[in-house]
């Protein structure tokens, strides 16, 4: 096949931060999804309905001239929660709320300490429909990195969804064969996202050669079992698992250092690279419900009624992006070719 066109697709799962960053990173994202799930580890975090909207507005602001892009919110949960906040985020259209375990990534030091204690907030987003979006790793030094989603998943994701059966659910950004038998094996409330890095790439390409600082997130790439388990549950075309880029943007010289920052930014060739994934998997029929259906239909938002068109055309993602600042970003998959282009 050499063209492919789907429904506009949307990503569930990414970072955009804030300032003079939104001018790159809201249009990178505009050019081909419709819409995105809004990760709210900002400094200072966004941990209410106020913050919430401001912040939209800033990337309303951002948005291409033209574009119809929609910003979904998100909130960031603490151990000050409140169930009124929950109430008050949902009557001002905020969609979800994000558990990071404090510690686990970038922006997360203010993040939650005793998981048990935020049930009653559990309880109030099960009751008023906001989706709960986890970032399944404990951060207990004494667990090795490459095991903290398996060790999260015993600890505490079963017991969410055990004592929360109609609270939706997202694993994010999952990264083993694990996280996946854990999502296929439970109800019609738990789905996951995956990023492209974890379809590309596994810690090989992190650390063989030397270390490779814009291969680096978190949760951290894994062994080469773990891509093929991801690979495989995409293209059998299970609804369980859909789109979330995790796109994060840093500074170069903030990813290039004795302490380089997590995340790949991803934004200018994700779906490009999704794509080549599936063509690489010989399942282009499944990439349409991955990338355009299935976080739709979880979050019960409609499907886009835009298309986008993809060729079988090489290009080369460039080497860096440079911003109004002065500051330079480099890209996912930077200086290498990809196999497929928006038209």
């Not at 950004?173 to 854990?182: G, K, L, M, Q, R």
């Not at 991955?290 to 986008?308: I, K, Q």
């Amino acid at each position: 096949m050499q063209q492919i066109t789907i429904t506009t697709p949307d990503d569930w799962h990414l970072h955009f931060r804030d300032g003079e960053m939104l001018h790159e990173t809201v249009p990178a994202t505009a050019r081909c999804f419709a819409r995105a799930i809004v990760m709210p580890n900002l400094v200072p975090p966004v941990i209410n309905a106020k913050l919430a909207n401001e912040y939209k507005s800033r990337i309303l602001a951002a948005r291409p001239k033209g574009s119809h892009f929609q910003p979904l919110m998100t909130l960031y949960l603490t151990n000050q929660t409140t169930t009124q906040d929950i109430i008050d985020a949902k009557q001002a259209g905020v969609v979800a709320a994000k558990l990071y375990p404090a510690g686990a990534t970038t922006n997360s030091a203010q993040a939650v300490i005793g998981i048990e204690a935020l049930y009653p907030v559990f309880e109030e987003m099960q009751k008023q429909g906001l989706l709960l979006l986890i970032h399944g790793e404990v951060t207990e030094n004494h667990v090795d990195i490459f095991d903290r989603e398996k060790v999260f998943i015993d600890q505490y994701m079963i017991k969410i969804v055990q004592a929360f059966p109609d609270l939706k659910v997202v694993f994010e950004h999952i990264t083993t064969s694990d996280a996946a038998d854990f999502v296929l094996a439970s109800s019609h409330h738990v789905a996951a996202t995956i990023t492209p890095q974890h379809l590309l790439l596994n810690r090989n390409d992190l650390l063989v050669g030397g270390v490779k600082p814009h291969n680096y997130c978190l949760p951290v790439l894994k062994r080469s079992t773990h891509q093929q388990a991801l690979r495989n549950v995409v293209a059998s075309g299970s609804n369980k698992f859909f789109l979330g880029t995790d796109s994060a943007p840093h500074a170069k010289h903030a990813k290039e250092n004795a302490c380089g920052c997590a995340g790949c930014y991803s934004a200018w060739s994700a779906l490009e690279l999704y794509t080549q994934v599936f063509d690489e998997l010989n399942a282009l029929d499944k990439l349409e419900g991955f990338a355009s259906f299935y976080g739709a239909d979880f979050y019960g938002l409609p499907r886009n009624t835009t298309s986008v068109t993809l060729a079988k055309q090489s290009w080369t993602v460039p080497e860096s992006i440079n911003l109004a600042d002065g500051e330079a970003i480099v890209p996912f998959f930077a200086g290498q070719q990809v196999a497929w282009k928006i038209v």
